[in-house]
């Protein structure tokens, strides 16, 4: 796996302190780390570091959108996506220590590398369900003509509710009508159906 040599974070030349960085999550980012969740995105992500005699509090944030199809027509769309976590990280050999938020480095490591945090990070926030709010209801669909013609199927399909209405017919549909009843010649005049 490649890496992004922006996201190697060298403390040791560090002030006893607050230090704070901000890193543009793109395409490139998750083309590095992994795309199996999110391949593509505009995330930004805090960072502040507060470095201690001998420990490393990191605290992260991170807000956005990333690029997804919607899960109702396919449709591509940007989700929202945030979260805030934090790390603490010591120094030493025991690796007993280690757990989700605590991270134990070698005594003689210079920098940390908090690509993988990131990427964790983003990847535990991202929404199961990928439906945005605009197509989040029964008649409405974030893919217009494929909301029609689904909602077309669930009205002409559903026939136990009185106020059905019936979908505009579709022009298409006309056309294709006719030319059914055109091979059916002698048959024409049982038919109402307009021919074009
Ligand atoms: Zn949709």
Redesign the pocket.
């Known amino acids: 796996m490649g890496k992004l040599r922006e996201y190697m974070i060298p403390f040791t030349g560090l002030g006893i302190g607050k230090h704070t960085y901000e890193f543009d999550i793109d395409k490139k980012f998750f083309d590095v780390y992994g795309t199996e969740l999110i391949h593509s995105g505009q995330i930004k992500v805090v960072l502040d570091l507060s470095k201690s005699a001998n420990m490393l509090l990191l605290e992260f944030s991170h807000s956005g959108v990333f690029d997804t199809e919607?899960d109702?027509?396919l449709?591509n769309?940007q989700m929202p996506i945030e979260g805030k976590n934090r790390v603490v990280v010591k120094f030493g050999t025991e690796s007993g220590d280690e757990s989700e938020e605590i991270v134990v480095l070698p005594t003689e490591a210079h920098e940390i590398d908090v690509a993988p945090l990131i990427y964790e990070f983003i990847g535990i926030t991202v929404p199961y369900r990928r439906?945005?709010e605009e197509?989040d209801e029964t008649d409405r669909?974030?893919?217009a003509e494929i909301g029609n013609r689904l909602s077309g199927i669930i009205l002409t399909g559903d026939e136990e509710d009185d106020e059905i209405i019936e979908p505009e017919p579709d022009p298409r549909w006309q056309k294709l009508k006719g030319l059914l009843d055109d091979s059916k010649e002698n048959k024409d005049n049982k038919n109402n159906s307009k021919k074009k």
């Open positions: 919607c109702r027509c449709n769309i439906v945005p197509c669909y974030c893919d």
